[in-house]
T-cell receptor, first 115, second 114 residues
């Protein structure tokens, strides 16, 4: 089956530090990959996406590259801000059939950024 | 602001009861999906409705059922509630022909089963 694995445990950083959140996936076929962010009390928001191998998604200073050879989609940001504190979810979807539009999520990574 | 609303915000039920959660999508969004997010976990796909018909389902028992209405609202019904049903329930809608990257999530309903 399809699955997404994120690095375990919360991440705590100081403002302006470099961020990496690891994500690996298992999929039958060629998935599209996503990072979603969930701020306290809010719904999920799409942060960035990549639809094929070697694509780089980017938004708001965050980046992730679709690595087919390592089945990974790690999230990075060069300088985090306090406002980036949230829960980050890696997700995938497969095109076609009844899977169309269905998202498979990782367990989420809590990011806390201190001033 | 995604234009997707859910009600109620919070709900407390006891084991064995039935619950109905509601979602109001953006006008024109003819596909709605429901997800269950247990505490500390990622959302899990429950099912998807397209033009008022279920067209995809995750690993959830039949006591989880849904309805989608012509006015772009939808419901998630759960019968015979169990303690493990305690979770945040999210709905997500998308417009015709849109893929997963064009889904708009609501803020969720927090269900607690005692």
């Amino acid at each position: 089956g399809n699955s997404v694995t994120q690095m375990e445990g919360p991440v705590t950083l100081s403002e302006e530090a470099f961020l990496t959140i690891n994500c690996t996936y298992t999929a039958t076929g060629y998935p599209s990959l996503f990072w979603y962010v969930q701020y306290p009390g809010e719904g999920l928001q799409l942060l960035l996406k990549a639809t094929k191998a070697d694509d780089k998604g980017s938004n708001k200073g965050f980046e992730a590259t679709y690595r087919k050879e390592t089945t990974s989609f790690h999230l990075e940001k060069g300088s985090v801000q306090v406002s980036d504190s949230a829960v980050y979810f890696c997700a995938l979807t497969l095109a076609g059939g009844t899977s169309y539009g269905k998202l498979t999520f990782g367990q989420g990574t809590i990011l806390t950024v201190h001033p | 602001e995604t234009g997707v609303t859910q009600s109620p915000t919070h709900l407390i039920k006891t084991r064995g009861q039935q619950v109905t959660l509601r979602c109001s999508s953006q006008s024109g969004h003819n596909t709605v999906s429901w997800y269950q997010q247990a505490l500390g976990q990622g959302p899990q796909f429950i099912f998807q409705y397209y033009r008022e018909e279920e067209n995809g389902r995750g690993n959830f028992p039949p006591r989880f059922s849904g309805l989608q209405f012509p006015n772009y609202s939808s419901e998630l019904n759960v019968n015979a509630l169990e303690l493990d049903d305690s979770a945040l329930y999210l709905c997500a809608s998308r417009p015709p022909l849109a893929g997963a990257d064009t889904q708009y999530f609501g803020p969720g309903t927090r269900l607690t089963v005692l």
